[in-house]
């Protein structure tokens, strides 16, 4: 058993140790034979998804991303880091808070819901991904009322972190203080390190256990005592990484800076571009808002033609705001501002934490390259 939405990095934390490139799949079938499903990245359809491993030879070994706003290319590195790249468009909200999943209706033999959750182990999880996660725990598990499917396939969940050894040019997890290196929330973390001149010792990881349960199989995978050197080198990577960020979020109140500027001017400008595609809240990591959809047979007399199914849906869309009569929200210019708003300070009210984890997905993926922290930028420079 996981120790819990947001365990600390620090429980049964144990020395650091070193698996060379070759021995990685040691690890992976340590992690397998405690009956967990590998998930992990791929290349598929010109992009890094999340998709079944098997084993390391299914990792993108030798590939990168380049990302910009509305931009998002993958091209070959000169070397063969299985973790080179940056965020693709899938997070891993799709396994723990499924885009469409059936529910139980009540009244009927299948009332009790989901089928019983499946033991997911994510690997490459990075570190603004960890705090979204950490976020959606907050929203599915953290009040009154507890998501029975969310909190399932959470419990089980086991989480292997990669900190970051690059940034894209869309990454500003720096300013929301969620990377690039990974702190909490994680059974093991790897930072990738490759021979260099100044580093020299081969392709090999850096991997440091979070919990218990990490530490177990860290310890059964074999791996060697961390050098000092390594160490070392593993802190410079993140180092190196947060140095290269391009964008940031003002380091201001955003929360009161929205709240008191829901008329600005910005809004319209930022409207006249807008498509309200909803694709900025689908690549989100954090954003959960779902719609619930019941059908039924032909007689209405209830059984096995009934169903509910709960799919992702998006505040861009004009039904969202639906209340009797109509919706409440009709233009693109308060659709964006519902979306920001409710991203960056109205979710502070709702659940103690930013919304944004700052991993530039709804920058690369907008089909007209709108930028939220230029978005908040111009705001907060007339403020």
Known sequence: MNAGPLASAGAGAAAPGVLRRDDLDRLLDAIRRRGFR????????????????????????????????????????????????????QSWKKYLFPA???LGVPGTADSAGAAEPERFAFIGVRACELRAIAIQDRVFTGGRHADPEYAANREYAFLVAVNCGQAASTCFCVSMSAGPRAEAGFDLALTELLDSADHPGGHRFLVEAGTPRGAEVLAEAGAS?????????????????????????????????LYDNLEHPRWDDVASRCLACGNCTMVCPTCFCFSVEETTDLTGAGGAGDERQRSWDSCFTLDHSYLHGGPVRTSTRSRYRQWMTHKLATWQDQFGTSGCVGCGRCIAWCPVGIDITEEVGAIAADD
Do not use: H, K
Request: charged share 25%; glycine share 6%; with cysteine.
């Open 38 to 89: 590998l998930v992990g990245p791929v290349v598929r359809d010109g992009a890094i998804c999340y998709d079944d491993i098997s084993s390391a030879a299914d990792l993108p070994a030798g590939w990168t991303d380049e990302q910009d706003a509305a931009t998002y290319r993958l091209r070959r590195r000169d070397d063969q880091a299985l973790f080179g790249y940056n965020v693709g468009p």
């Open 100 to 102: 469409v999943s059936r």
């Open 225 to 257: 005592p961390a050098p000092a050197g390594d160490v070392a080198a593993a802190d410079a990577v993140t180092e190196r990484t947060a140095a290269a960020m391009e964008r940031s979020m003002p380091a201001i109140d955003l929360r009161d800076l």
